[in-house]
């Protein structure tokens, strides 16, 4: 038993066998090999619970809450001393010209506030998630906005 104490201790001074390994050993276990890969899956284990842990360490998204059109409205009407009915036909005008001035290919500059524009996009090539079958997907032109550094300075708290 004293030799295979001191055959432990050198196991274990190792730093190549893991402590499965060398609990396999001292057992007398003929299959090493075996418990070595089991070794493995766990420390691949820890890597992933590292990996999982890390990630949630990660601040998570705030939920934001939504301001409906009917609520928007609502408050527009109160703000201005209108009724709900003129509220909602200037918002439905504002709209209507943004939309068509971008339509037209021009932008929207809102000083303080931001710039609506059309922002092409290429033709490209995708896949089909379903069937993994390759498509061609046409070029668009898509609404983009940019906020103004007065709207950003406002949302970050740097009036």
Not at 26 to 34: K, L, P, V, Y
Not at 50 to 71: D, F, G, I, N
Not at 123 to 131: D, E, L, V
């Amino acid at each position: 038993m004293i030799s295979r104490s001191i055959i432990v201790l050198a196991l274990i001074a190792s730093a190549s066998l893991s402590s499965n390994t060398v609990d396999a050993f001292a057992r007398g276990s003929t299959n090493i090999a075996r418990r070595t890969t089991i070794a493995t899956v766990s420390s691949t284990t820890t890597s992933l619970n590292a990996a999982a842990e890390k990630a949630a360490a990660k601040p998570k998204k705030v939920a934001v809450e939504s301001v409906r059109k009917k609520e928007f409205v609502a408050t527009m009407a109160e703000e201005l001393g209108y009724s709900k009915t003129d509220a909602e036909s200037a918002l439905s005008c504002v709209l209507e010209l943004i939309t068509d001035t971008l339509v037209d290919g021009k932008k929207v500059v809102l000083p303080g506030f931001g710039t609506f524009e059309p922002r092409a996009r290429n033709a490209r090539k995708g896949r089909n998630p379903k069937t993994g079958e390759e498509i061609d997907i046409a070029a668009s032109v898509g609404a983009g906005f940019s906020p103004a550094k007065a709207l950003k300075d406002k949302l970050n708290g740097r009036e």
